[in-house]
């Protein structure tokens, strides 16, 4: 009995993550930046563009810089460039 119970959370956790990630319409963002003279592209998606470019813009960041100073000055720098689209729940 006790196994079943921790497969049934387990699975009611996997769906929740799925729901609240993909099963949603929000914004997905595509931002590349150049910092130290080399380029990086990522993507991220969130509930609305603010954060999706935020995140692509961080997430593009983190393996470009050492230490939290240049973390920020990454992230406030302007993106290369920066493509953000509506997507659906799927």
């Given at each position: 009995m006790k196994p079943l119970l921790?497969?049934?959370?387990?699975?009611?956790?996997?769906?929740?993550?799925?729901?609240?990630?993909?099963?949603?319409?929000?914004?997905?963002?595509?931002?590349?930046?150049?910092f130290g003279g080399v380029e990086r592209c990522q993507s991220?998606?969130?509930?609305?563009?603010?954060?999706?470019?935020?995140?692509?813009?961080?997430?593009a960041?983190?393996?470009?810089?050492?230490?939290v100073t240049e973390t920020l000055d990454c992230e406030r720098k302007a993106p290369q460039s920066l493509r953000c689209e509506v997507v659906g729940g799927g």
């Open positions: 921790v497969l049934a959370g387990i699975a009611a956790v996997v769906a929740a993550l799925y729901f609240a990630t993909l099963g949603q319409a929000g914004v997905q963002c595509e931002a590349c930046v150049v991220a998606r969130a509930a609305t563009e603010d954060e999706a470019r935020r995140s692509a813009v961080a997430t960041c983190a393996p470009l810089t050492r230490g």
